[in-house]
């Protein structure tokens, strides 16, 4: 599943969530700390580790 980065605009944390991407389409991820739903997903490339073809 992927996992998708967030940023709290309320306590300015951090978060990561871990959702399927329908899931993640459906609901507005709100944040663990304060439970704002005033969060911002931070686009982070995901691929970080060696990704290898086949
Ligand atoms: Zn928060």
Do not use: G, N
Not at 19 to 24: G, L, R
Request: hydrophobic share 20%; aromatic share 8%; charged share 30%.
């Amino acid at each position: 599943m992927p996992t998708y980065d967030y940023r709290c605009e309320s306590c300015k944390k951090k978060f990561t969530v871990v959702q399927s991407i329908s899931q993640h389409e459906k609901s507005r991820t709100a944040c663990p700390r304060c439970k704002s739903r005033d969060v911002k997903q931070l686009i982070t490339p995901f691929l970080v580790k060696t990704s290898r073809k086949s």
